[in-house]
């Protein structure tokens, strides 16, 4: 990556996680006593965000949060690592996203999740922000909000020729829904991000494994994506486009906690692909980040900077070279 500050826009969902430590995870009708509660700011808007500014990037969030303290606290915590904050919105009437997590003695969990102001995020809120959206030079969304403000998103970015990262999650209005019938726009974007098994279920292929991952992603490449990038856990990466595939392989590192990984690959990975216009290279730098995020607990506490990710870049390269 070059020296100056890319500017990034990210657009995505902004949650407080609730994580209550017990004994046991209760049934149904059953009371159990909690050991321990950490709030933690989460969600894959937050997150990228935070990720991109960790490797230098100047970084807009475009979120929504309710009428509630946590509001605030998102908003602190964000302006604490240089994300600006300007265009978070606020749903009066609505809380902020809530991500309740309890987790037993052996360390399993049960999550439960309400969207909260997230659902509130309109057309009208994307266009508003036109003006930081025409100047970045990438755009990242993620899915998981309503799919109107979704598509607007990507047009927005497109007319002003901003470079545009989308990972297609389910929208929030088409929940429990099939992910195939995406709108046309999801299809015209630079780099269409999924994991295998999204990517298997949008071009409607049951087999998802590493074998299919290049029929799969020669699907999207087909229906217009620019490069298709499909992860694969520790199997890496699959990077298609109209000139070939490539698989990139993954990082072997101790595994703690998986948590942040794939909002650490996305932020990075928009970080590089703003200041070059190499994706490929753009992925190796995002898989290193996954890869250390693995290394940590917890979300935005295990997010790398852009010097550990350059570490771990070296030191792969220095074995290969042995």
């Known amino acids: 990556m070059s020296g100056r500050s ?21 049934s149904a009708g059953q009371s159990v006593l909690g050991s321990e ?14 990720e991109a500014a960790l490797c230098g990037c100047n970084v807009h969030l475009i979120s929504k949060v ?5 509001a605030q606290t998102a908003k602190e915590i964000l302006a604490g690592f240089n994300v600006d904050t300007e265009f978070i919105y606020t749903a009066k009437a609505k809380n902020t996203g809530v991500v309740v997590t309890l987790v037993n003695s052996e360390g399993e969990n049960a999550v439960c999740y309400c969207s909260g102001a997230n659902s509130a995020l309109t057309s009208e809120d994307v266009e508003a922000a036109e003006q930081i959206i025409s100047e970045a030079d990438v755009c990242l969304i993620h ?39 995406l709108p046309a726009d999801y299809f015209t974007v630079d780099i269409l ?23 799969i992603g020669s699907d999207l490449v087909a229906r217009g994506v620019g490069t298709a990038v499909i ?33 650490a690959f996305a932020g990075a990975m928009a970080a590089y692909y703003a200041v070059e216009n190499d994706v490929r290279g753009a992925v190796e730098f995002a898989s290193a980040a996954g890869a250390l995020a693995c290394t940590k607990f917890g979300s935005i506490e295990a997010l790398p900077t852009k010097a550990d990710i350059i570490e771990l870049l070296q030191k792969e390269e220095d074995e290969q070279i042995e």
Do not use: W
């Not at 990210?10 to 949650?15: A, K, L, Q």
């Not at 991000?193 to 029929?215: C, G, H, P, Q």
């Not at 109209?242 to 990082?251: M, V």
């Open 66 to 70: 309710g009428g509630d303290p946590f």
């Open 6 to 26: 890319p500017e990034v826009v990210v657009i995505g969902g902004t949650y407080i996680d609730m994580d209550i430590r017990c004994g046991q995870i209760p």
């Open 143 to 181: 899915g998981k909000m309503q799919q109107e403000a979704i598509v607007t998103a990507v047009r927005c970015a497109m007319v002003h020729g901003t470079k545009v990262i989308l990972n297609p999650a389910a929208p929030l209005d088409q929940e429990g829904q099939e992910t195939g019938d």
């Open 37 to 50: 509660l950490l709030y933690t700011l989460t969600g894959p808007g937050p997150s990228q965000a935070i």
């Open 193 to 215: 991000l999924s994991n295998l098994y999204e990517a298997a279920e949008i071009v409607d292929l049951s087999a998802a494994n590493v074998r299919t991952a290049k029929l």
């Open 231 to 263: 992860t694969m856990g520790r199997r890496g990466c699959m990077v298609i486009d109209r000139s070939g595939a490539d698989q990139i392989a993954g990082y072997e590192v101790e595994l703690v906690d998986q948590a942040g990984s794939g909002d």
